[in-house]
């Protein structure tokens, strides 16, 4: 596991020793070219004084200086080409070299060169350009030399800095790892430095999440137990029932009620996982390109028998520009499915259920109408609470239905709306948005 201190520690050692590194590059450079235009200048004046000394006192071949010390070399020649004095025999020197500065290579290295006439003799004063070298390496070195050496004191002032600073992070750790399934309190944002204020608010959003989600997850496990209990117990008491059966015709009625509850339980069950696997992370399946006029007539194939045995009108209003929305297939089936049978189921006889998609100004839309009774406006928000069923309705069902509708149309996106069909009962419309992300 990397470490962010460790990784800040070498990104900034690495960063100071790149820039120190560049600084002595840039201070080598400039003590090379100042020692070069100051030893040039000390080239000069010496062949100056070499000059006046002749002029003053005869021949330059009588002239003495300590050339060793300065770390100069002189050579004279006289005006047929014959060297007539040399300071450093034992060196290799360049051989006479034009009048003015030159930089001359001899073979065992280069040397800088003045040379000027006087009195028909040529006067050339030499220096190793190592030794101007030398000069600027030293001034470089002891530019960077205090750096380096203080290289371990930044490290350790480094390593404290930056443990310091992330702090915060560590203990917005230990706020985090005290946080169980019953107390999922929000992270304090108080004296959180900004850039962590970020990672605190992503965090407390995600603590919401989990809290709603668990809340929810109780309350479907309560709701959920407390309305199999009573069909569980219906079910025990018909089958008390068909023991207790005296003669066939009483049995038969008994078994006939046991056999209506075993449906009805069944369908509970059924709605209930379909509930559960709509929920976040309930085996989501990838989301497709999905066309509703045909998800429509898939539907609504699969409820005419009901709709026949009902004698209501189930059928298709067609749309001018059909509607296509990414989503789940199956998810989406069980939508319009659900809003199909209580239509169905909620409609009289003779009544009529029309089913319509398409796209329009407010969006890509399915909606189901029928003549039926309607949903009071004031009952709408609460019809799609799970295991709600309205008092006044002698129609059996799990109170699941439409909270199906609703789970399925949050994962898509989607708005469920509720109001008055010109048929003169409900029309339940589900709006999508335009562009849903694959």
């Not at 605190?200 to 496990?221: G, T, W």
């Not at 049978?341 to 998609?357: H, R």
């Not at 109170?399 to 709306?417: C, Q, S, T, Y």
Request: glycine share 8%; with cysteine.
């Amino acid at each position: 596991m990397k470490s962010i201190r460790q990784q800040l520690l070498m990104a900034l050692l690495s960063t100071i020793m790149l820039t120190t590194l560049l600084g002595a590059l840039a201070t080598y450079r400039t003590a090379r070219d100042e020692a070069q235009a100051m030893f040039d200048y000390q080239l000069r004046q010496l062949a100056l004084t070499l000059r006046d000394h002749a002029l003053q006192n005869g021949p330059l071949r009588e002239f003495g200086i300590d050339e060793d010390a300065q770390h100069f070399s002189v050579q004279i020649w006289g005006p047929d080409g014959t060297r007539i004095y040399l300071s450093h025999p034992r060196q290799e020197l360049p051989h006479q070299a034009p009048i003015g500065f030159a930089t001359i290579d001899t073979g065992h290295g280069q040397w800088r060169v003045f040379g000027m006439q006087q009195a028909g003799q040529m006067i050339q004063v030499a220096q190793p350009m190592q030794v101007r070298d030398q000069l600027a390496l030293a001034a470089a070195w002891r530019t960077v030399a205090p750096f380096l050496l203080m290289l371990p004191l930044l490290g350790v002032l480094i390593w404290i800095v930056v443990g310091r600073g992330l702090r915060p992070l560590d203990a917005i750790a230990r706020a985090v790892s005290t946080r169980t399934p019953v107390a999922l309190d929000p992270l304090p944002e108080s004296r959180v430095p900004s850039e962590v204020l970020p990672l605190v608010r992503a965090l407390n959003e995600l603590l919401d999440r989990l809290r709603r989600a668990l809340v929810a997850q109780r309350e479907f496990i309560a709701d959920a137990a407390h309305e199999l209990r009573t069909p569980l117990a219906a079910l025990t008491l018909q089958v008390q029932l068909a023991e207790r059966a005296s003669d066939a015709r009483s049995r038969a009625e008994a078994f006939a009620e046991l056999k209506g509850g075993l449906q009805r339980t069944t369908h509970s069950v059924q709605q209930l996982l379909t509930l559960a696997r709509q929920e976040p992370g309930g085996g989501e399946r990838p989301l497709v390109p999905v066309q509703l006029a045909e998800l429509a007539a898939q539907v609504i194939a699969e409820h005419l028998p009901l709709a026949d045995a009902r004698r209501v009108d189930l059928g298709v209003t067609p749309t001018a520009r059909e509607g296509v929305v990414t989503g789940d297939p199956e998810a989406l089936r069980i939508l319009v499915g659900n809003l199909v049978s209580n239509a169905v189921c909620y409609t009289p006889p003779g009544g009529k259920v029309d089913v319509s998609s398409g796209e329009d100004e407010r969006g890509t839309f399915i909606e189901v109408c029928d003549s039926g009774p309607g949903i009071p406006s004031e009952e709408r928000e609460h019809v799609f609470d799970r295991f709600y069923r309205r008092a006044q309705t002698d129609t059996a069902g799990s109170g699941l239905g439409l909270a199906i509708v609703k789970a399925i149309a949050d994962r898509h996106r989607a708005h469920v709306l509720l109001d008055d069909a010109d048929l003169g009962g409900l029309r339940a419309r589900v709006e999508f948005p335009r562009l849903l992300p694959l």
